[in-house]
């Protein structure tokens, strides 16, 4: 039976999120309560719970800095970030920790089991363990928020503005955001994301052609989109290499 421990420093939201679900139906218990991150320690130790859904901005201690000192400890529970629209950027580094999803207030019933069948589903990162692999990602731009999954990403560029990024999808949409191509490099480089040029980063999955370009360069097209993207000479080699041609 998986032992949930809930942090949030509104009492009302507590007691919702015990009183509102059926646990019990969902093979889980909830062992205790916090109000801000000092007590979610305290709990956490004494009730070793397999999962925490906590708020992000709390008195004394935030669900963040909790969330780090917990990895810190080799805490292995699995956790669930409760935030507002406007705390995206909080809900963003949570994910460094091994944050399994995002529960917006007012939260969803729905929303919650769905994000437990993803915590029984897969195992909890260590706390010494590598960056944990993101399946989803809190895409900011102009106060809006958009939550991507990073199978839905094609390819990734500079603004060219220096402001930030531009993602592209599958969907053929693009979403401007303020976080640096060499973040993204750093978060998605360990799965099928390769940074063909200092401008681009581009899901391997989608290319669907790699040509010879302008003198003796090189650049490929992916799937969605006409736009040539170039790649750096330098890195053509291992490209291939990793596509296996």
């Known amino acids: 039976m998986l032992k949930v421990l809930i942090v949030d420093d ?20 909830v062992v205790g309560e916090a109000a801000n991150g000092e007590e979610g320690l ?3 130790e004494r009730y070793n ?15 963040i ?76 731009s102009n106060r809006s928020t958009t939550l991507l999954d990073t199978d839905e990403i094609t390819y990734i560029e500079t603004d060219g503005i220096g402001r930030g990024c531009i993602l592209h999808t599958i969907s053929g949409k693009s979403y401007p955001d303020t976080t640096s191509l060499g973040e993204y490099e750093s978060r998605l480089g360990e799965q099928d994301f390769y940074r063909i040029h200092k401008t681009c980063l581009v899901h391997l999955r989608y290319i669907v052609s790699i040509f010879p370009w302008t003198g003796n ?7 969605s ?8 000479r330098e890195r053509v080699r291992e490209l291939r290499r990793r596509l296996n041609i």
């Not at 009492?11 to 218990?29: E, Q, Y």
């Not at 719970?49 to 669900?63: A, E, H, Y």
């Not at 729905?110 to 989803?136: G, N, Y």
């Not at 360069?217 to 799937?223: D, K, P, Q, T």
């Open 10 to 29: 509104e009492t009302v939201v507590r007691r919702g999120i015990v009183l509102g679900m059926n646990w019990a139906s969902m093979d889980c218990v």
């Open 42 to 44: 305290a709990a956490a």
């Open 49 to 63: 719970p397999s999962l925490i859904i906590t708020d992000v901005r709390m008195p004394r201690m935030d669900g």
């Open 65 to 140: 800095e909790m969330m780090r000192r917990l990895r810190e400890q080799d805490c292995t529970a699995h956790f669930i970030v409760l935030t507002a629209y406007d705390e995206f950027d909080y809900a963003r580094s949570a994910l460094r920790y091994g944050a399994a999803d995002y529960l917006l207030k007012p939260f969803d019933p729905d929303r919650i089991r769905e994000a437990l069948r993803r915590c029984t589903a897969e195992p909890a990162p260590a706390a010494s363990a590598a960056p944990p692999v993101l399946h989803r990602i809190a895409v900011n």
């Open 217 to 223: 360069s090189f650049a490929l097209r992916v799937r």
């Open 225 to 232: 989109t006409d736009s040539v993207l170039p790649i750096s």
